[in-house]
């Protein structure tokens, strides 16, 4: 039986990986080959590195340190930050990705989507959707949730799964952050309205709240960072927390 | 010494450096005459049916594979790899593979999202080793594993003894492996299996069919 996935993410600037603290001060939490063989070891099913400082001067740089990465851990991973166009995806596939995140580039130019899923093919592209409440319904933000587009997140990442994405990252912008749990709501809501997967982030601070993103949120892949930086959890713990809810995953 | 099939299609790092992990010696091939120098061959799988098959048809390194595996040398297809040994694929329309294993490459039906059926098929799950025979010395090691896929197409092989594996999707059973003699494919990534696939890559490397 296919099983859902645990996937941690590693923020990533000028490679290196980084923790926010309170969300403000960003201190250098390590070298991001020995962070994916330390995940790679505890049984993630994939990785997921987001350039949080993504500028055309980085770009080599996280270049060499997906190619790097790619040389110990063999593994599926997602990258994302700053990618803006197919030439953006080319590079960080042949550094070693096998799957790339578009965000804010999506909702500028939706025909990019499009295109790099039929140059690379579905399965390689993820659209990363940052949604948040406003009043009755979700709304599209870009810039780490500090814009608003007026898009509505759920037709958004409905779009963007016709266009051909993979996966929707889809991170509640209102949950990130809190510990309370994924907006099940949302997520639920995407996962019936696509047929993309759909991979729910933001607001992870108990094992519990994996298992609803799963269930109750019918996500296919559950994404979560500071439980795992800070060593909260191991993967493996998570993973036996799920099997034990009947959950299937790999062990 | 592998020879790694390079038909210009994407990134081979990953499968180089899993077989290079597993105490491979390996060189990327693009000329069709050098393919007679390598022990083992290894054809990988990116991108689509057609132009995979166009790439290697135009290369002449189809004809040069057909000749290699007639020899007997060790091969492992992986993903495409794997679909482009079938007669037939309806991806895309109705293209001819290689035809060295009897049989077809069919799509998945449509997603059924509120069944939980999407496509691509695309994650971890199971590799049933075959009960006909023996388990495939190259396929053993994976007993009781789960590797990952990233598929829409799978192969339907027309032979029953040419199924060494099988996954299931859903209430879809498909060919999670298939070979004969010196052939062996598989439609999962050993390159992004972790500690499955690369158990499967060494296993591959001390096959002697």
Known sequence: MLS?????????????????????????????????????????????????????????????????????????????GGVKALADIEGLLHAGADKVSINTAAIFTPELVKDAAERFGSSTIVVAVDAKRVESHWECFTHGGRKPTGINAVEWAKRMSDYGAGEILLTSMDADGTKDGYDIGLTRTVADAISANVIASGGVGTLEHLAEGLQDGKADAVLAASIFHFGTFTIRQSKEFLASRGIPVRL | MIGLVNYGMGNLHSVAKALEKTGGKVELVSDADALKQYDRIVLPGVGAFRDCVGALKQTGMDVALKERLAAGTPFLGICLGMQVL???????????????????????????????????????????????????????????LQVYYVHSYYCAPEHPEHLLAACSYGDYPFAAAIGRDNIVAVQFHPEKSQRAGLALLEAFQQWNP
């Not at chain 1, 403000?24 to 590195?49: H, M, N, R, S």
């Not at chain 2, 509120?114 to 396929?139: A, T």
Request: aromatic share 8%; proline share 9%.
């Open chain 2, 86 to 144: 079938m007669d037939v694929s309806y991806e895309f329309g109705r293209y001819p593979g290689l035809g060295l294993i009897p049989g077809a490459v069919n799509p998945f039906p449509a997603s059924h999202p509120e069944r939980g059926f999407k496509i691509p098929h695309m994650g971890w799950n199971d590799v049933i080793l075959s009960s006909q025979h023996e388990p495939h010395p190259v396929l053993a090691p994976l007993a009781g």
């Open chain 1, 4 to 80: 859902k996935r645990v996937i941690p993410c590693l923020d990533v600037a000028h490679g290196r990986v980084v923790k926010g603290v309170q969300f403000v001060d960003i201190i250098d939490a390590g070298d991001p080959v020995e962070a994916a063989i330390k995940y790679d070891q505890q049984g993630a099913d994939e990785l997921t590195f987001l350039d949080i400082r993504a500028s055309h001067e980085s770009r080599g740089t996280l270049y060499h340190m997906v190619t790097e990465v790619a040389e110990h851990v063999f593994m599926p991973l997602t990258v994302g």
